[in-house]
């Protein structure tokens, strides 16, 4: 057993939705390790920003601007990075949305976007990325679930939904491309601060009741989501398929 086996050296990277929040720091991560990144969002003035910001502390990164939940898009553009870039080794499904709303009165509009967002996008990205993994018999796939693919909390029915579903696509993912040499796991963040958690960071309530109901007593740190992805994108996880890491301060494990 050595480092070695956590070593990205030479392995090329697509994250999505990384030009802020959790992808920008996974990105880091797996760059701080070895690995080149491409980075993606919809927004490009942004994505230049992480791009410029990755770049500056030493990491080779690219950034690829595409929206995750148009699947001809999406299609074009993992075609483009493996032409003209090189091929993906590594990729991590990390674009996701939050839209809150009691279920009784929530938008179908609203509930098929966040659907689009957090689910579809994982099968088009997937899909895309996993035709040229099993071509090359290796790949790994890396899914942003949640403590809600675990469990729920009011005003956020659709989105548990969605990371259920990231759960179970994950051991689906698993079951179809374990054959190929892909390993497909998941990430389950706890509550960590970011622009898509602003509502609850400025809730002075809710920080107070996370900090007594998170055996940490705090906040997680974006950083500390890095460990997991860097072990899950190495070949120290090479016979490790279809599992959800959480990395939650012990949010699931108490009541
Ligand atoms: P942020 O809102 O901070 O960042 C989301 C990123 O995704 C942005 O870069 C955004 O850029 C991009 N994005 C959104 N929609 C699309 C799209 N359709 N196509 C391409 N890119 C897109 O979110 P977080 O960092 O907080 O969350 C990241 C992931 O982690 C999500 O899947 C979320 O559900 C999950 N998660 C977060 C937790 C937390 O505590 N923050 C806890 C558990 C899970 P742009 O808008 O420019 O496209």
Not at 9 to 35: D, F, H, P, V, Y
Not at 133 to 148: A, P, T, V
Not at 237 to 246: E, K, L, S
Request: glycine share 10%; net charge neutral.
């Amino acid at each position: 057993m050595s480092i070695q086996l956590f070593d990205l050296t030479g392995k090329r990277a697509l994250i999505t939705g990384s030009s802020q929040g959790i992808g920008l720091s996974l990105a880091e991560g797996l760059g701080k390790a070895g690995a080149s990144v491409i980075l993606n969002a919809r927004t490009a003035s942004r994505l230049d920003e992480a791009v410029t910001a990755l770049r500056a502390a030493g990491i080779d990164a690219t950034g690829v601007a595409f929206d995750v939940t148009d699947h001809v898009k999406v299609s074009e553009a993992v075609a483009k990075i493996e032409a003209e870039i090189g091929p993906i080794d590594i990729l991590v499904n990390n674009a996701g949305i939050q839209r809150r709303g009691p279920l009784e009165d929530y938008p179908i509009d609203t509930w098929h976007e966040i659907v689009r967002a957090n689910l579809d996008s994982v099968f088009f990205v997937s899909q895309a990325v996993g035709k040229f993994m099993i071509g090359r018999q290796r790949g790994k796939i890396i899914n942003i679930g949640s403590l809600m693919s675990e469990q729920a909390r009011y005003s956020i029915a659709p989105y548990t939904a969605t990371k259920g579903a990231v759960k179970n696509l994950t051991k689906g993912m698993c079951t179809d491309w374990a054959r190929y040499n892909i390993q497909i796991n998941a990430i389950g963040p706890g509550y960590f601060a970011t622009p898509l958690n602003k509502a609850l960071v400025e809730n002075p309530e809710f920080d107070s009741w996370l900090k007594k109901r998170t055996p940490a007593g705090r906040w997680g740190r974006t950083e500390e989501l890095q460990g997991a992805a860097i072990f899950l994108a190495s070949s120290a996880a090479d016979f490790v398929n279809g599992q959800i890491i959480y990395v939650d301060g012990g949010v699931l494990a108490t009541i």
